[in-house]
């Protein structure tokens, strides 16, 4: 068993898995036992009968297997309860470590970060690791225990027969499936990569449905969807061969082991009671390896998804993301001769050199393409800054700014899936109020007819630009930042509004400071000072 | 649970019935061959206690059986794989068709609907139906082996057989309410958890990740209480018959090795009972409830693609039907389109967008329209783009054909307010399937001032863009879009905030193309921008009555 499921999925819920496995070696061991105790009942009321033994008693053998019968079903409720409980836990810590482990990534790199493989990774992982557990490991377990109880039962009997089941079952249960399943790792991983390819292509066609159906590209669209399906589903098709096949053969190798072990113990003058009992022992060995050896055909899967999940928990974190240091209150800020770039892209932009102290209102204008938005990215981002070039706070050199003092208003407006109030959460009610209140949402606001709970749709669909970007600046008004740093502000929100907007916000926070990128000269009043970036002709 | 949506599954399986009926057929010879092995297994271990002589063949025989019983139900099983793996290829395949003609629909949502969703009805088709058809197949044979063997032990496993109505009964009671919470849920959750990780930058940006981290493990803890009820009521359920099972094993057993003890009454079993028909009887019972078993616990896989219908169905419904456009409408009559008291809204509890708009477009000209943000200037763009369809009123177009959305889309061309960017170079993004002359595409690249705007080292047949064009800057952006327009113009332009991201200088330009479009073509722009104000021919205010953020 790998690292990985050791440290995230086994040691956190010791006592839970040992409760849960030790159920299921109860049910292995009584589910194997009542076939073999009725066969053995059978053959000896038989006998007994035929040599008119009057010292036999049934109380006890029939008592058994009424009690083995109530066991075998109630342990199995429990087990599965157990375990399946168990498993959702590892399910919920393993989705916040990554999302947790996501928010680490540097900036530039969570920009191109495939969401969707993300999220399959994070679905499809936590899905193999249930089969894998449920599964396989499992009743892998309880029948281990139970062929090692029966063989052990054998062996001291007869040396023959116990080393026959034993290399039979071996064989059948290690052997055979190794050999069936030559190719499902190739199998295994085409259908991955298919599916995550599958998944973005389809989000994005969706996302661009409008383009689609305008530009004529419906028929490219869903033909390439449809092969996609196809590929899939030929990969598929192997896979579930293999595990029908795999099936057979468990079943079958069992069953003709049980007849090898009659033929045998009656050769090796065995009793007859008691080869009855081993008969329709191994009989039901092979019904309980057949529940899990054709699953083996779907775990390989665990591997990949596990992998995968691994190599996210492992990625390299942006080296200081703690946000907790205890910053001095904003008194100034000072770039000099800051220069910036894009991470690995070639692009280089003039240097800049821009003063702003506390309360003040500064506004950085430059024409579409001159590094705005570089510019700010890299005052949190120390990826888009050359080495050259100093980042002053209160007159002491810093890397970079923290959040939430200083908080970010980018030019892309995401919305929350979810209602009003989730895309707050964390802040009162009276909070969320007062702060739509100030970006100009109340008007929109009293005409929600579910308020607070209204629903905004996936990624805020249901908005308009205008409102996305009020949205956005209420959230981050809500934060009660000291220095506030907007990327153009007014796409969406005609000028007049953003005017009205913004000196409401100048009112009712008199404290803040503000750093704002845009192209409108029409804002030009709201600002003390003024900055102006030429961009560089190449 | 809504009628439709059953029969619609329900008509899934009855649609190829010829390879149900050979899996059916293959069941029964698996089971007849079992039958032959037990026979001769009891019959090599009855000989063998009795004392007499014993034929080898014996054995040989009961392995050739075991063989044929193992081959025949793989082969009903490959069948009913076959089968359910062809049914959900086709549900995907209609879920695609009826998805795109439905431009509302949340993507990530909609994506799942074809490439996850189908597979969790997979199992109700090729485990529940096919173990449905077993058991009554393998228990009917099995009654009859029991009936003319012993009649008691018949009358026993027939009453047990009674029994599973009832533990269907109070499976399904309940059951199904809960699964389609469930389904509802983790639709929810899947979607809000990658709606969280995309905005991951964002959020950080906002300090606000800790909240949202606890956000999602609420949301997560609903889920999972959700999924234990149903895998509670799962287990519980397959206990239940695994305990009824197991016990009336256990009573034959101690039924049989009573009888040939001889403690049974004269009229239940003889004194000297046969143990090789007691063993034969002994080895059948379990497999009587073979399929049994696995049909009930595959008894959540029926609610589970119940619920999946559930959630299917209705977008197969709310597809707009195919409409036949007819060919002799006077094709490039952009003139006199009217609406009607037009009102829409995106949810049927939601509020209306837009409300009872009365107006009349010209044949060509610029028509602004103008409103605050939030006021629908693009839910109505995308009317007129034939998008959308209003949930009241008509538009008129003057060929007197009633249903204009067809007609809409087939003549217009539409530039999203958030253009979307396909992967692929940024040539590819303007040309799309249709590749331009050189020289064409050197025009429409200077039109577009993307010449101007794009720095120098960029190729446009060479750059390769992904995640929706990331490696561009919004304004880049747009004027990418707004040259793939260029590139497939139609009678009537629509353009959704052409300048939003566009220095003042470049948003002048990018006017006087759309003006120099306007003198040919209908072109309609929703816009903040005053540039347009004096090119206006004509213009649509959507503010009601609230004037006071509007510009003079």
């Known amino acids: 068993m790998n690292k990985f499921i050791l440290q995230h999925i086994v040691f956190p819920y010791k006592r839970n898995w040992l409760v849960g496995i030790a159920l299921a070696l109860l049910w292995a061991v009584s589910f194997v036992m009542l076939p073999a105790i009725a066969g053995w009942f059978l053959a000896t009321c038989a006998v007994v009968f035929i040599t008119a033994n009057t010292t036999f008693s049934y109380i006890f053998p029939s008592t058994t297997i009424r009690l083995l019968a109530i066991l075998r079903s109630g342990v199995k409720y429990a087990e599965k309860t157990e375990n399946h409980r168990t498993l959702l836990q590892v399910e919920q810590s393993l989705q916040l470590k990554i999302f947790e482990k996501v928010s680490r990534l540097p900036f530039a790199q969570k920009q191109q970060q495939n969401i969707s493989s993300i999220v399959h990774t994070v679905v499809y992982g936590i899905e193999a690791v249930q089969n894998y557990f449920l599964l396989w490991l499992i009743p892998l377990f309880g029948f281990v225990v139970a062929f090692l109880a029966s063989v052990g039962y054998l062996l001291p009997m007869n040396l023959g027969l116990g080393l026959l089941l034993l290399s039979g079952g071996i064989g059948i249960v290690f052997l055979l499936p190794a050999l069936v399943l030559r190719n499902n790792d190739d199998y295994t991983r085409k259908i991955h990569g298919l599916k995550i390819k599958q998944q973005a292509f389809l989000t994005q066609s969706f996302q661009a449905s409008i383009e689609i159906a305008q530009y004529q590209l419906m028929d490219k669209v869903v033909y390439t969807a449809h092969q996609d399906a196809e590929l899939i589903l030929s990969f598929e098709k192997k896979l579930q061969r293999q595990q029908l096949l795999l099936s057979f053969c468990t079943g079958l190798g069992f069953a003709l082991l049980s007849l090898l072990l009659l033929y045998f113990s009656r050769n090796a003058s065995m009793d007859v009671t008691l080869a009855t009992g081993i008969f329709l022992g191994v009989l039901s060995l092979g019904e309980l390896a057949e529940l899990f050896v054709p699953t083996k055909t779907i775990n390989k899967a665990l591997n990949l998804n596990i992998k995968a999940m691994d190599e996210l928990l492992q990625a390299k974190e942006s080296p200081d993301t703690d946000s907790n240091r205890s910053v001095p209150p904003f008194e100034s800020l000072q770039l000099q001769d800051w220069s910036v770039k894009i991470p690995n892209a070639k692009l280089s932009f003039p240097e800049v050199s821009i003063q702003l102290k506390k309360q003040e209102w500064l506004g950085v204008f430059g024409p579409t393409g001159s590094g705005k938005t570089t510019l700010l990215n890299s005052l949190f981002y120390p990826e888009y800054r050359q080495s050259r070039g100093k980042l002053l706070l209160n007159n002491e050199p810093i890397e970079k700014l923290t959040i939430p003092k200083a908080i970010f208003v980018a030019q892309e407006a995401f919305v929350l899936t979810g209602t009003l109030r989730e895309n707050f959460f964390g802040a009162s009610d009276d909070a969320i109020l007062n702060t739509l209140q100030v970006v100009g949402l109340k008007t929109w606001f009293q005409t929600l007819l579910q308020g607070l709970n209204t629903w905004l749709g996936e990624d805020g669909q249901y908005l308009s630009g205008g409102q996305r970007k009020k949205l956005l600046l209420a959230q981050a008004l809500l934060q009660s930042p000291e220095l506030l740093i907007i990327d153009e502000p007014t796409a969406g929100i005609d000028l007049v509004s953003a005017l009205e907007i913004f000196n409401n916000i100048r009112k009712t926070y008199p404290r803040l400071t503000v750093l704002m990128v845009t192209h409108q000269i029409g804002l030009k009043p709201l600002f003390n000072r003024m900055y102006s970036i030429e961009q560089e002709k190449f | ?552």
């Open chain 2, 1 to 552: 649970m809504s009628k439709p949506a059953n029969q619609w599954l329900h008509a899934h399986v009855t649609a190829s019935k010829s390879r149900w009926f050979w899996a059916g057929c293959c069941i029964a010879l698996s089971s007849l061959s079992y039958v032959g092995f037990a026979h001769y297994s009891s019959a090599y271990i009855g000989y063998w206690l009795k004392g007499n002589e014993i034929s080898c063949w014996f054995l040989l025989f009961a392995g050739a059986a075991l063989l044929l019983r193992f081959s025949f139900a793989a082969l009903a099983g490959w069948q009913a794989d076959l089968e359910g793996f062809s049914i959900i290829q086709k549900m995907k395949s209609d879920a695609i068709n009826a998805l795109f003609s439905q431009h509302h629909l949340e993507p990530n949502t909609a994506a799942n609907y074809v490439s996850n969703l189908p597979d969790k009805a997979r199992p109700y088709f090729s485990q529940f139906v096919f173990y449905a058809m077993a058991s009554v197949i393998v228990s009917t044979i099995m009654l009859m082996a029991f009936f003319y063997t012993d009649k008691v032990v018949f009358v026993m496993l027939l009453l047990s057989l009674l029994l599973i109505p009832v533990q269907m009964i109070s499976v399904g009671y309940g059951a199904e309410s809960i699964h389609e919470k469930h389904i509802h849920l983790f639709l929810q959750y899947a979607s809000i958890f990658q709606n969280r990780l995309k905005a991951l930058a964002g959020l950080q940006q906002l300090g606000v990740v800790p909240q949202q981290k606890e956000f999602l493990s609420q949301k997560s803890n609903e889920l999972n209480h959700a999924t234990q009820k149903v895998m509670k009521i799962a287990m519980l359920s397959s206990s239940l018959m695994e305990f009824f099972i197991t016990f009336s094993i256990a009573l034959v057993a101690i039924y049989l090795g009573l009888s040939l003890l001889g403690y049974m009454p004269e009229y239940f079993g003889k004194k000297g009972y046969d143990f090789q028909k007691s063993l034969f009887l002994l080895m059948l019972v379990p497999y009587y409830y073979f399929y049994l078993r696995k049909f009930v616990s595959a008894y959540h896989d029926r609610n589970r693609a119940i619920a999946v219908a559930e959630t299917l169905f209705p977008i197969f419904n709310n597809a707009p039907k195919e409409n036949n456009i007819e060919n002799n409408v006077q094709d490039e009559i952009t003139e006199g389109i009217r609406f009607q008291n037009v009102s829409f809204r995106y949810r049927s509890d939601g509020l209306w967008v837009l409300h009872e708009l009365n107006f009349e477009l010209p044949a060509k000209g610029l028509v602004l329209v103008k409103g605050i943000s939030g006021s629908g200037k693009s839910t109505l763009l995308k009317l007129l783009a034939g998008y959308l369809q209003p949930n009241d009123g008509n538009i008129c177009i003057h060929t007197g054909n009633e249903q204009a959305s067809d007609w809409l889309k087939r003549h217009s061309v539409y530039m999203n307010q958030f253009p979307f960017l396909f992967d692929g170079t940024i040539a590819d993004n303007i040309q799309l399937a249709t590749p331009l002359d050189k020289e064409t595409f050197q025009q429409i690249l200077t039109t577009s001032q993307l010449t101007e705007i794009l720095p120098k080292e960029t190729s446009v047949t060479e750059t390769v863009l992904s995640h929706n064009g990331i490696q561009l800057s919004g304004g880049q952006k747009q004027l990418v879009s707004f040259a793939r327009l260029l590139a497939h113009l139609k009678p009537i332009v629509i353009l959704d905030e052409p300048t939003a991201n566009l220095d003042e200088e470049t948003s002048y330009k990018i006017a006087k193309q759309i003006e120099a479009l306007s003198q040919s073509h209908l072109v309609m722009v929703a816009s903040h921008d005053a540039v347009f104000q004096p090119m206006a021919l004509q213009q649509i205010n959507l503010n009601r009555g609230q004037q006071e953020y509007e510009n003079e």
